[in-house]
């Protein structure tokens, strides 16, 4: 069994790395101090994320993307959560969903979105309707040749440097017809209700916002009719990865800081990391990286392998289950290490145990992971999660 990385997947990792210590870490501190970053600078972010070829890293090179496999993707999205304040999120990544358009949507949309020219949020969450989908009141009725879309979402990150939506709506208000529609912000009748703040300082923002009789064309739909939630299935596989690889970044920078501190300050006459409550610590937090990138890597790369769709999509929850909560753990330790200097906010790993909390609740909360892994376990059996790749099910 040879888990080496290719040359090329460490030129990924490479590449991801130089980004996030010469573009993102410089803007850690800006960013946390004025609770937001200027324009310029945010466009400057955007152009640099071309420079060092990360845009679209994860469409097919065809329609403007980078073509990078799935293990890629989360050696680039490990080396960009090592960043505070969400950075990572300057780096776009179209959703997935969009590589189902029709050939029109696809120039119209996907590729000037890998090409960093436009940029898409996503609504799904409502204030009646979290992990429950199937309270969605958000409703598209065919009036003539128009959808008119009325209803209000929640939580729209990125909206603010969005130019179009993915809105998930009920066609004729029917549960049987979720269905996403590709809606322009700029289209009338979208308002922002309210722009709240978070516990982590977010490099964008999360936006409320309000549709009241906005009117588009069938064109607009993504797929077809009732296929809304069938496509973001596949979005959740891979914002999943992305997220446990974000969290995997998290807690190495954690642990990195919290180790070199642990070399430097001296309590009682040696340093801290000798006294055995403090090396246990950082003991634990090397067990639980090691365990959470073995998990990691293995998922991307069996889906790379073409692991089908529904285990893919079992253990997408496990990684992002595991990971975000390891990450909540090993920063946690890292900050009790540092003392009372891990509760400033000049501190990363004050900013990063802001950030990773909100790991464990979107893209569905821990819970829900825990709903998805243990309905396979009763479908498919123990097998599904305890077998390794190649090993038969007999
Ligand atoms: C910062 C941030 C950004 C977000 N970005 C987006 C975005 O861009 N687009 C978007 O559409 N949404 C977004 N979300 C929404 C996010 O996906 C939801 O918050 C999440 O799915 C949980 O929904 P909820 O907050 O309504 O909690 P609820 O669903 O109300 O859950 C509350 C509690 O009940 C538990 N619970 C619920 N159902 C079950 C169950 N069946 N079994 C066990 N426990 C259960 C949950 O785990 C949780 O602990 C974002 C959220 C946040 C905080």
């Not at 799935?70 to 969009?98: D, Y």
């Not at 997220?243 to 300050?265: H, P």
């Not at 009790?336 to 893209?363: A, C, H, K, S």
Request: glycine residues 8%.
């Amino acid at each position: 069994m040879d888990l080496t990385l290719p040359p090329e997947d460490l030129e990924w990792q490479h590449r991801a790395r130089v980004f996030a210590e010469t573009v993102l870490f410089p803007q850690e501190l800006p960013l946390e101090e004025a609770g937001h970053l200027s324009a310029e600078t945010k466009d400057a972010m955007r152009r640099a994320v071309i420079e060092h070829g990360l845009h679209g890293i994860n469409h097919a090179t065809e329609v403007g993307g980078r073509g990078c496999t799935q293990l890629q993707q989360v050696l680039i999205s490990e080396e960009l959560g090592k960043s505070t304040g969400c950075l990572w999120a300057v780096v776009w990544h179209p959703a997935v969903p969009l590589k189902h358009g029709s050939p029109a949507q696809i120039e119209v949309y996907l590729r000037p979105s890998c090409l960093g020219e436009r940029r898409a949020c996503v609504a799904i969450t409502e204030p009646n309707a979290g992990s429950d989908t199937g309270m969605i009141a958000t409703r598209a009725d065919l009036r003539g040749n128009r959808y008119v879309i009325n209803g209000e979402k929640w939580f729209v990150t990125s909206a603010d440097a969005a130019d179009y939506i993915l809105v998930h709506a009920l066609v004729d208000g029917d549960l049987a017809k979720p269905t996403l529609f590709l809606v322009d912000k700029a289209t009338s009748g979208i308002r922002l209700k309210r722009a709240p703040k978070f516990m982590h300082t977010y490099v964008f923002e999360h936006h409320e916002l309000l549709f009241e009789n906005v009117e588009v064309t069938p064109d607009r739909i993504l797929g077809e009719v009732g296929q809304g939630l069938d496509l973001t299935k596949d979005w959740f596989v891979e914002a999943r990865l992305q997220i446990a690889a974000n969290c995997l970044g998290a807690a190495i920078r954690a642990f990195e800081v919290a180790d070199t501190w642990a070399g430097q300050r001296v309590q009682f006459g040696r340093p801290i990391r000798e006294l055995q409550a403090v090396e246990f610590m950082l003991a634990d937090m090397a067990v639980e990286i090691m365990a959470a990138k073995s998990l990691v890597y293995r998922v991307a790369w069996e889906i790379d392998q073409g692991l089908n769709r529904k285990l893919a999509h079992a253990r997408a929850s496990v990684v992002k289950l595991h990971a975000s909560e390891m990450a909540g753990r090993v920063v946690d330790r890292a900050l009790q290490v540092l003392g009372g200097r891990g509760y400033m906010r000049e501190n990363p790993v004050e900013r990063l145990y802001r950030d990773v909390r909100v790991d464990r609740i979107w893209e569905g909360t821990s819970e829900i992971q825990r709903v998805i892994i243990g309905g396979q376990v009763a479908r498919r059996g123990t097998g599904a999660f305890t077998q390794w790749p190649g090993q038969s099910s007999a």
